[in-house]
T-cell receptor, first 111, second 115 residues
């Protein structure tokens, strides 16, 4: 599975959009981009995943560049409860494959 | 739907002692994972089960760590003897097999402190 690069930390004002970048320049054509987050003292939580097209669900939007070498997770209206470590993970096809976590981005939503 | 259950939530032991963690996955989930998360790092996979068979245990320190998943449901992870560097949060996760369900569901974890 391809490696990912994320900034170690970011701040965002409450109510504003949080845009979390991820670089995955060595991604292969059949590898998916996943985002998980981990709130303090909890287990990681799935947010969203995508292959080529942009994706949106009730939690967030995922924007993947046309060359698929980078992506951005967007939390449209960040709240204090969105303060967490956000992990961008690239994984090959197959629902049972393991997740390889990096160090993630610590997002702090400020009041 | 009940989530992934883990116990105990916290454990403090002295080095060279043994400890066991228990995990009950989401009902019907065929795949079960154990991850180790050291403070300040992302989770690292220790072992993956598909039903009651081991799929990947390449990162499990087999001289001291063992895991089993009898009957393809609950799982136990054991450390014997524990070392100081085993202090970490041990996370259990499960996922269903096939289809579009790529999500892994994580339990709250067990925080182990080895003194």
């Amino acid at each position: 599975d391809a490696k990912t690069t994320q900034p170690p930390s970011m701040d965002c004002a409450e109510g504003r959009a949080a845009n979390l970048p991820c670089n995955h320049s060595t991604i292969s054509g059949n590898e998916y981009v996943y985002w998980y987050r981990q709130i303090h003292s909890q287990g990681p939580q799935y947010i969203i995943h995508g292959l080529k097209n942009n994706e949106t669900n009730e939690m967030a939007s995922l924007i993947i560049t046309e060359d698929r070498k980078s992506s951005t997770l967007i939390l449209p209206h960040a709240t204090l409860r969105d303060t967490a470590v956000y992990y961008c993970i690239v994984r090959g096809p197959g629902s049972a494959r393991q997740l390889t976590f990096g160090s993630g981005t610590q997002l702090t939503v400020l009041p | 739907e009940a989530g992934v259950a883990q116990s105990p939530r916290y454990k403090i032991i002295e080095k060279r002692q043994s400890v066991a963690f228990w995990c009950n996955p989401i009902s019907g989930h065929a795949t079960l994972y154990w991850y180790q998360q050291i403070l300040g790092q992302g989770p690292k996979l220790l072992i993956q089960f598909q039903n009651n068979g081991v799929v990947d245990d390449s990162q499990l320190p087999k001289d001291r760590f063992s895991a089993e998943r009898l009957k393809g449901v609950d799982s136990t992870l054991k450390i014997q003897p524990a070392k100081l560097e085993d202090s970490a949060v041990y996370l259990c996760a499960s996922s269903s097999q096939g289809g579009e369900s790529y999500e892994q569901y994580f339990g709250p974890g067990t925080r182990l402190t080895v003194t």
